[in-house]
Structure formats: structure tokens, C-alpha cells
């Protein structure tokens, strides 16, 4: 099964994280010396990868280039598919191929799958808690580096939308900003007339709305705003901007929040504190 992901190198993040687990450059590095002293060359073992915890499932076309990496002919049977529901004893994926190439790529497979399930199954968590309000979940630039196209298409299979990918795809106005230029209006009409396509402009007081509205706003990001502030704020903009409510969001507040009428609510945590899915991996040697 092939994984494509703009932006995303597959190969490349398959080679740098295999060769830090094995040390590729450092003296003595580049092997795996506990599978190279114990299990002999031509050992073939199976493995089912199964989930211990409820989870929505991501990562796992990775997990199976990591395999294959290291034994191009392995078997490889993807038995769950990206953003679904599984139970806890749920099969993900069964293998069959080289012994050594599976436990050394076990770890890197494993970490990935654990992590990028354990986001999806948190960010429909939250999707799940909004109650079916019209409201879309957002997930934030709070990203491990290195991980973010990643970490952002696990929250895409838990049933969320991205936020700005990076600093290059809208201009995101905040206090500081707006420190520097001396208030809302003037920091959004100079994001206008540096000719930037979509300006998102961040507000802490319902006074502010107005000014960054006339300025050209076109996505207004209410911060810290409690829910009959943010539907306030709402009946304010009517309709002239995308709103936004960011801000004190966890599982027991999202529903009020969603509920106050903004179009989008952002939650960092999708990303920042996600714990890892309980997945693991079990082989058994073959004897054909």
C-alpha cells in the first residue's frame, strides 16, 4: 500500500529514523547487534500487530515501509484502514518475511503507529465531545519538529482540519504583532498591503473585532473568550469573517464552546499531549 503526503518524504524519513535507532555513522553504529548475534540470517518469523487500547488507527502504511525497507519482499497484510475505529484485540497488520529485518525495524514502526494513533484517537476524542455542533475542530502548529506533516494528517484521520500548515500559508496576527504596529487595524492593513491572501487576526477583547474587520480581516481567532462572549463576538461579526474560539478548550468545556457559534474551535493539545496508543507487535518463528 503506498502513503503519499504533500510535502512528506516517506523514503527519507524511513532512512533517518532507521539510521538513528541503528547508529548509521557513529563509530560501531550501523547494525543491530542484538538481532545480528542471536537470530540467524535466514530465519523467517510471522507477526500480528494488534491494539490493546480502543483507538482510531494511523500510521500504519508507515509502519510498512519500514519493514519493507529492510526486506523489500517481506508479506505485509494492512488489515484495518487509516482513521478507522478499532477495539482493543483488534489485528492491525500481519507480516511475514526476514526474522532479523522485523525486530530491527520493530521499534520504528512500533513508535510511529503508537504515537500517530494515539493523536487520532484523542482528536476524535474531541470531535466526538463537540456534541454535533456545526463547528470544525482545528488542530495547531504545536508540533514536534520534524513531525508535523505527520502529526497533522494523524488529527486529519481522527476527523479534524488543519490549521495553517507553517508561518508561509496565511498570516496569523497575534498581541505581539499587534504590540509592534501599534493595534489591530494597523498590523491587519499591513499584512493587506504586503498583498498577503488570508490574514488571521487574533482578539482578546470584543473592542478589537471591529477594528480588525474595517482593516480586512478574514478569519477572526477569539482568544481565551468564554461561551456567551464568543456568541457575542459572533452576532458582532455576522458572517463578514470566519470565527474561531481558541483557548481554555479541553474535553469538558468543547461542547459550550462549539455550541456559542463559532465556525472553528483550535485545540493545541491534539498534538502537544497526546499519549500513545497501547499497540504492540508479537512474531513467531516459521519453520517453511
Known amino acids: 500500500m503506498g502513503f503519499e503526503l504533500t510535502g512528506f518524504d516517506l523514503g527519507a524519513f524511513v532512512r533517518r529514523t532507521l539510521d538513528e535507532d541503528l547508529g548509521a555513522g557513529l563509530p560501531g553504529g550501523g547494525r543491530d547487534v542484538t538481532s545480528e ?11 500480528v500487530m494488534d491494539t490493546r487500547d480502543a483507538v482510531v488507527v494511523a500510521g ?3 509502519a510498512a515501509a519500514f519493514f519493507r525497507a529492510l526486506d523489500p519482499g517481506m508479506t505485509i497484510d494492512i488489515l484495518v484502514g487509516e482513521g478507522e475505529a478499532a477495539s482493543p ?3 492491525l497488520m500481519r507480516l511475514r518475511g526476514n526474522a532479523r529485518a522485523m525486530l530491527t525495524a520493530e521499534r520504528s514502526a512500533l513508535n510511529t503507529v503508537q504515537h500517530l494513533s494515539g493523536i487520532a484517537t484523542l482528536t476524535r476524542a474531541y ?26 494528517y494523524a488529527t486529519r484521520m481522527g476527523g479534524a482540519h488543519n490549521h495553517r500548515m507553517g508561518l508561509w500559508d496565511a498570516a496569523m496576527i497575534k498581541d505581539n504583532h499587534v504590540l509592534v504596529a501599534g ?11 504586503a498583498g498577503v491572501a488570508r490574514i488571521i487576526c487574533e482578539v482578546d477583547q470584543i473592542d478589537q473585532i471591529e477594528p480588525a474587520l474595517e482593516a480586512g480581516a478574514h478569519h477572526i481567532l477569539l482568544d481565551n473568550m ?3 462572549e464568543l456568541a ?13 474560539a481558541s483557548g481554555g478548550v479541553n474535553l469538558s468545556t468543547i461542547a459550550g464552546i462549539a455550541a456559542s457559534g463559532v465556525d472553528y474551535v483550535s485545540v493545541g493539545r491534539l498534538t502537544q499531549s497526546a499519549p500513545a496508543a497501547d499497540i504492540g507487535l508479537d512474531f ?5
Open 37 to 47: 548475534s542471536v537470530i540467524p540470517g535466514d530465519a523467517r518469523f510471522s507477526g
Open 60 to 62: 500504519l502504511p508507515i
Open 89 to 91: 484485540g483488534t489485528s
Open 127 to 152: 470531535v466526538d465531545a463537540m456534541g454535533g455542533a456545526d463547528c470544525v475542530l482545528l488542530d495547531t502548529r504545536k508540533t514536534i519538529p520534524g513531525l508535523r506533516h505527520l502529526e497533522k
Open 183 to 193: 493595534g489591530v487595524a494597523e498590523a491587519v492593513a499591513r499584512a493587506r498591503r
Open 226 to 228: 468564554a461561551p456567551d
Open 232 to 244: 457575542a463576538a459572533v452576532q458582532i461579526i455576522a458572517g463578514r469573517a470566519a470565527t474561531e
Open 284 to 288: 513467531t518463528p516459521l519453520t517453511d
